[in-house]
């Protein structure tokens, strides 16, 4: 059943706003190693931004998947509670520049309606191109600059040289929905996709983060701001490396990874995609512990809580410089007995994508 276009959003204070670029990042959509999501709050806490429109979440969301998040304290259960929400904020670059900037929860339902209503916005706006972001697994090692492959809706969108063909086949987020759809009205898209090592794709990689930010702008043109996302990438990098060079296995299949790469890319930074959310299969496969992969994930998904709990309240809070330091990761020691317990059936099994909050 569709329903009317304009009933599915309030009108915010930057309402009939300017801009020719609209950017689409919908949480719980394919994003590996948080890198649109991370990119897009970066954006949002690092630039002027005001509200265009928020939308009806009881229209366009079902609860189950969408649960809203509820505190209690000393028992008792407060009434605000974390409504899910999609929203449609106006951002302007560093140099003043105009984006509208579609973020929040990807909604369940009406999926032609809502598309139709940003449609409607988009025109009176002056939206002449959409963008869209998302981290991809695939078979790059972290030691590498993250590649981003561009997906167009038009082939006369596509950069020229640079990229490996490719055919892939997978369930639609509804930013390719929308742009798909818009394409269709004349309103041409490009969805950047940036390749996340697959032992990366649970935890935040704020380094493919910086890659597609910095892809973004310079395709549209724009002054944005990566130096928190490549402080990041630098820490993250420190981390691997200490875990890499107290492990002979895992440098062996860095190393390995490292190979597949150069080889598949020739100094040209391209590489196909694996299919979505598998590890890459590659000649070196039989290289690589079955089991590294695991380690890799479960030393820095201990080493990235804190980077995780940061991005999760970036728009709650502010930053506290005084706030208590959170607790040192285990030891690679710890995560490879772990590992071992897993393999006698002793443990846990690993822990399952996030991809909903």
Known sequence: MSINAT??????PAAGAKAKILLIHFDGAIDAGAAGRMAIRQLLRSLHNERVATFDADALMDYRSHRPIVTVD???????MVMPETVLDLVEDDMGNPILVLHGAEPDAHWESFTAAIRDICERAGVEITFSLHGVPSGVPHTRPTPVHVQATDESLLPSGGQI?????FPSPLSTFMQIRMGQQGIGGLALLGAVPYYMAD????????ALLTSFAKFADLSLPVGDLEQGAAQDQESIEKLVEGNPEISHTV???EEHFDAWTGGTGAIPLPGMGHPPATSNEEMIPKDIGDVIEAYLAQVSRAQD?????????????????????????????RVEARRRGEGPGPSSPRHRA
């Open 7 to 12: 009933d599915l959003y309030a009108d915010g």
């Open 203 to 210: 935890t935040g990689y704020p380094a493919a983060s910086s």
């Open 74 to 80: 000393n028992w008792v259960s407060s009434p605000d």
């Open 309 to 337: 709990a940061e991005i999760e309240s970036v728009q709650r809070a502010p930053r506290n410089e005084d706030a208590e330091e959170p607790a040192k990761p285990d030891t690679i020691e710890d995560v490879l007995a």
């Open 255 to 257: 190393s390995a990874l």
């Open 165 to 169: 063909a490719n055919h892939m086949q």
